[in-house]
């Protein structure tokens, strides 16, 4: 193995969920490191979309959660403000950032890559700049899955429309959202399916409406949970949130950050006429929940 340096092989894309795409494009970085280069992965602040068109764009995953996972896989995150290149023409991007401030001997990226102002630049450019800066450059073909290309935009339609199975494929792993557990009104305590209550974080994106399978982050252990997104409608309740009952799980996690990742879609949300009702229900939720083989 060659001495490592300071040359860098840099990941470029904004990562929204880390899906199965963007998997093959961090492998391409993280495989230079046995020829001595710094994994690294160029992040934004917000996605360039959205900062082009004004328009809010769900997240599949927040900041922290994808920094978490980036940088346990060996990754050395750069930040950057986008308003700060979001001018630089293809040529000024590949001079200033790739090879001044990140000194990439080697990158990698996805075939519909756009970089430069207006997203002037595609992968064909960037690699015609980068030979000619004499950096490497690898560029991820189209990944098909199901019949379609992988993408973030794809995966946001499946979450919305309760295809949990197909997302969860795609991505490669749960749905995650990490947020506090704030205490409830305590009615899953008195149905004795005490349940972690959470918001979803902001800018996050909604899933359907319904109960899920979730698998449920406690500590340095992986429990599998029955998790509620909604409002509660037996209870009139009007706040989004999440509730997830735990199980074979006993313990205060008031204040906690939890992670909780959402993995098959049981059921749509109901009113039940009481809260017996609603208790037999949860009890056969739970039940599917346990049987339940990723």
């Known amino acids: 193995m060659k001495q490592q340096s300071s040359k860098t092989a840099v990941a470029l894309g904004y990562f929204d969920g880390l899906h199965i795409a963007h998997q093959k494009v961090l492998d391409a970085a993280l495989a230079k490191k046995a020829e001595g280069l710094i994994p690294s992965v160029l992040l934004f602040d917000v996605p360039p979309a959205e900062a082009l068109t004004g328009q809010k764009i769900p997240r599949l995953m927040t900041d922290a959660d994808r920094d978490r996972v980036l940088e346990n896989r060996g990754f050395a995150p750069r930040r950057v403000r986008f308003a700060e290149i979001r001018d630089l023409t293809p040529e000024q991007f590949v001079r200033e950032i790739l090879q001044k401030e990140l000194d990439a001997a080697f990158v990698c990226c996805g075939y519909n890559y756009r970089f430069g102002k207006n997203g002037a630049g595609d992968a064909s450019l960037l690699s015609a700049l980068c030979e000619q800066a004499g950096i490497d450059v690898f560029v991820l073909p189209e990944t098909d899955e199901l019949g379609e290309p992988v993408s973030s935009s794809r995966i946001r339609r499946l979450v919305q429309s309760g295809d949990m199975d197909a997302a969860v494929r795609l991505l ?25 209550n959470q918001y979803l974080p902001k800018g996050f994106i909604r899933p359907r409406f319904g109960v899920y399978v979730s698998d449920v982050l406690v500590g340095d252990k992986n429990l599998r949970g029955v998790t509620n997104i909604g409002s509660r409608p037996t209870f009139d309740g009007e706040s989004v949130r999440s509730e997830t009952y735990i199980l074979d799980y006993s313990g205060d996690l008031y204040g906690q950050d939890v992670t909780v990742g959402l993995l098959h879609f049981l059921r749509p949300e109901l009113r039940f006429p009481d809260a017996e009702s609603l208790k037999k229900q949860i009890a056969r939720d739970a039940e599917a929940a346990a049987a339940f083989i990723r």
């Open 172 to 196: 490669g792993r749960p749905l995650l959202f990490t947020a506090p557990v704030f205490s409830g009104d305590h009615r899953g305590r008195t149905l004795g399916t005490p349940t972690i």
